[in-house]
């Protein structure tokens, strides 16, 4: 038989001062449902028995159950009295909830959690100047005109268009017009705005194999048809074949995502010969080209004498920090007018503040200064994974000379599948990346993606040490040192 509760089972507590007896009596009873204190399906004392334990009026009890009631707490029957409601509001609330963390649960796109050796593609973070930058970003805010609030250009701040071409005369080796600079939110916003620009239906766009894979997939969103083109030591190889006619071509030559190598200039050459007598553009991702820290600066082919119809992607979102979300793109001077159309379409125009803040750090002298920091401490962090790789993975994982970047491609003895090591990654406390997560139609790259770029030394050796007990685990390493 069920059990109803008498009005001494219902605890109700003081009422404080300020309150009314009716605000009082509804959150008394309605904590006391949403606590589970009062069970679902039990009966309620009467009306009149609660006014009379309480020495209120009937009424006011009459209201509260009937607000109770119809917010869904609780539940009147004919013959049966009132009940506590068998589903209550915050029963649906916290199934919302609950479908939230099973989405971010199944889809890796929405977790997130501090890096681990060996992410690749994370930069280093902490040690972004972030009291600089706050008083940079006080000063833009107070300086915001009321006009500044209402709208702006949808190329982005004249500003910090005019900082990022006096950045890339000094150190890209190229003058160009801050009208020519076009903000977006980082490359792969780049990317999406040049695919919808300059793809029709079924035309065909070249790029790196191993190679960035959003832009295949920005590409083919577009209708365009992904074409490899693999790379080898100097960077990507062109088709020999000259009926090959492409619409664009998408490159990474300053630091060859993922291989690190940068294109040979021969290659650069032939490439805007190729897609000029095409008709055909440059997407030249000026990726990592910030992080060159020993060797030749390489200029970009967006200075090359010819290289008119080479569009320059450039982002400050790896340089400075991921979710600062400013990026730009340099443009051929008949596409400005299309690319803003485009963006203004589409996202009318960049936030404003940091572009403005931005603006302040590059002109002031703050990026280059930071660069120079940050440049020292990739390449001391990518000495300390080489010494470490060699003292206790030597025949494991060969890794190649690489000057530039965040991370570096170690390739595994053929003993040792990549696919295996990253299966037991999460068991190290590893975040493996299979270089295979870069190939589109080739598939004999066994090896990983090392990131060094946010690991301080000791989390980079013992990431080795870890690495190494991976490869033990797998059993078949060839290496003769214990570890
Ligand atoms: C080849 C390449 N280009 C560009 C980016 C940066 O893109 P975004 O500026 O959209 O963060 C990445 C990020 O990993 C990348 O791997």
Known sequence: MQHNPTPVDLVLAPRPSGSTLTQWLYSEIRRAIVEGRLRRGTALPPSRVLAEHYTISRRI????????????????????????????????????????????????????????????????VSEFPID???????????????????????????????????????SRGFTCSPDHVVITTGTNNSLDLLARLLIRPRDRFFME????????????????????????????????????????????????????????????????????????????????SEFRFSGKPIPAIKGLAGAQNVFLLGTFNK????????????????????????????????????QRTLAMFLAEGHYVRYLRRVRRLYSERLEILRESIAERLRGAISIPEIEAGLSIPGFLAPSIPAAQLVASAEQYKLDLWPLTKCELSRSDLNGLLLGFAPFSEKELRAGVVALARAIDAIGKSPRRRAV
Not at 144 to 166: K, N
């Open 209 to 288: 194999d191993p190679g960035y894979k959003d832009a295949a997939e920005i590409f083919e969103r577009a209708g365009a048809k992904v074409i490899p083109l693999a790379v080898d030591e100097f960077g990507v190889q062109l088709p020999t074949d000259a009926s090959s006619r492409p619409r664009a071509v998408y490159v990474t030559p300053a630091h060859q995502f993922p291989l690190g190598v940068a294109l040979r200039l021969d290659r650069r050459i032939e490439l805007l010969r190729w897609t000029r007598a095409a008709d055909a553009f440059v997407l030249e991702d000026d990726y990592d």
């Open 61 to 124: 009890v009459v209201n509260v159950f009937e607000q109770l009631q119809d917010e869904g707490y609780l539940e009147a029957r004919v013959g049966s009295g009132t009940r506590i409601s068998r589903h209550i509001p915050e029963d649906f609330l916290a199934s919302v909830e609950l479908a939230r963390t099973s989405l971010a649960a199944r889809s890796p796109v929405f977790t997130r959690r501090p890096a681990r050796p060996f992410y690749p593609v994370q930069p280093l």
């Open 132 to 170: 600089v930058w706050s008083r940079l970003e006080a000063r833009s805010l107070r300086r915001l005109s009321t006009l500044d609030l209402a709208s702006a250009d949808p190329a982005g701040e004249v500003e910090l268009r005019t900082a990022i071409a006096d950045y890339l005369s000094g």
């Open 319 to 354: 340089a400075l920090y991921p979710t600062l979300r400013v990026g730009y793109v340099v443009a051929p001077e008949q596409w400005v007018d299309p690319l803003l159309r485009l963006r203004r379409l589409l996202e009318r125009y960049p936030a404003v503040l940091p």
